[in-house]
């Protein structure tokens, strides 16, 4: 039993390494050929991508019965929409020097989940997540006061788009990958319209004359869908508590990159809006940590 908890712990960790690091590297790599491009093909190769592991694991089945019921397709159609928009918002964060923008998003989403648990799933609050909760905020307020330009609008979509997606996903509670195999096939016509366009007007990147850029652009689906297999598998083998631990670990490797490797730009006012969101995810890890304990 303690051994899979541990191999839960280290797949966790992988996880968040591969999306805080190896994720941001990659991504930020082929960044080169446009957002909306990179966009289009994470959307395509993920789908792909999951295609092939749904036969390999022989999963099938279960995505048959996720469309016997209309309470999940519609709550699907949703996410689809929700992780659409957060892997499009996170790729133009990427593209364009706001990583340090998207970690603070990743920061303070675990924060937001709380707060969207207490209102649809009466999730007791107590008074160190109401305290993490009034950071955020005030996190938010000193930006926002200071200059609206300077508010990580970014990080803020990022964070209300992933903890929507996570809640409907928590509500209708359906196989992850298959999950999200179904919500990329809703996405795929969009994504295969959007190509069509991009190699009729001749502005696509991804051809048959240059085979080792074409490669390196598909691995955008096995990018996006290893880190997810890592993540759900040490979540069942530790547990949600030690995977909200060390999920922090994404967003703190992000800021590291933004802002020590790629140079982004960060004012005193963010610095100080980045330590009430630290001193929020201090509290909040120490809370984890004592109720996972009690558990």
Not at 28 to 35: E, N, Q, R, S, V
Not at 66 to 92: D, E, P, Q, R, T
Not at 150 to 162: C, E
Request: charge should be positive.
């Amino acid at each position: 039993m303690q051994n899979d908890f541990n191999k839960g712990l280290v797949h966790i960790f992988l996880g968040s390494f591969w999306w805080g690091f190896l994720g941001v590297i990659y991504f930020k790599h082929i960044a080169f050929i446009g957002h909306i491009e990179v966009v289009i093909h994470r959307c395509l190769w993920t789908a792909l991508t999951l295609i092939i592991t749904t036969s390999f694991f022989s999963k099938w089945d279960i995505f048959l019965i996720i469309f016997s019921k209309w309470k999940n397709i519609f709550g699907l159609f949703i996410s689809a929409i929700l992780v659409f928009s957060n892997w499009s918002v996170w790729i133009y964060a990427v593209a364009t020097e706001k990583i340090i923008d998207a970690s603070f998003g990743y920061y303070i989403m675990p924060i937001l989940s709380v707060l969207l648990g207490h209102f649809f799933f009466k999730e007791k609050l107590n008074r160190k997540r109401v305290t993490c909760i009034i950071l955020v905020a005030i996190s938010i307020l000193f930006l926002l006061l200071e200059s609206v330009n300077s508010l990580p609008w970014v990080g803020i979509i990022v964070a209300i788009t992933w903890a929507l997606y996570n809640l409907i996903r928590k509500k209708i509670n359906v196989d992850t990958d298959v999950g999200l195999l179904v919500e990329s096939l809703f996405i795929l016509p969009f994504a295969l319209i959007a190509f069509y366009f991009l190699v009729k007007n001749g502005t696509n990147d991804f051809n048959i004359s240059n085979i080792s850029l074409s490669l390196l652009i598909l691995l955008a689906g096995p990018m996006t869908v290893i880190p997810l297999f890592l993540y759900v598998k040490g979540v069942e083998l530790s547990g949600l508590g030690p995977s909200g631990m060390i999920f922090f670990v994404t967003p703190t490797l992000q800021f590291l990159l933004g802002f020590y490797f790629y140079n982004e730009q960060f004012s005193s006012t963010k610095l100080l809006s980045f330590v009430c969101i630290w001193i929020a995810v201090v509290i909040y890890l120490r809370d984890l940590y004592v109720t996972n304990n009690k558990n």
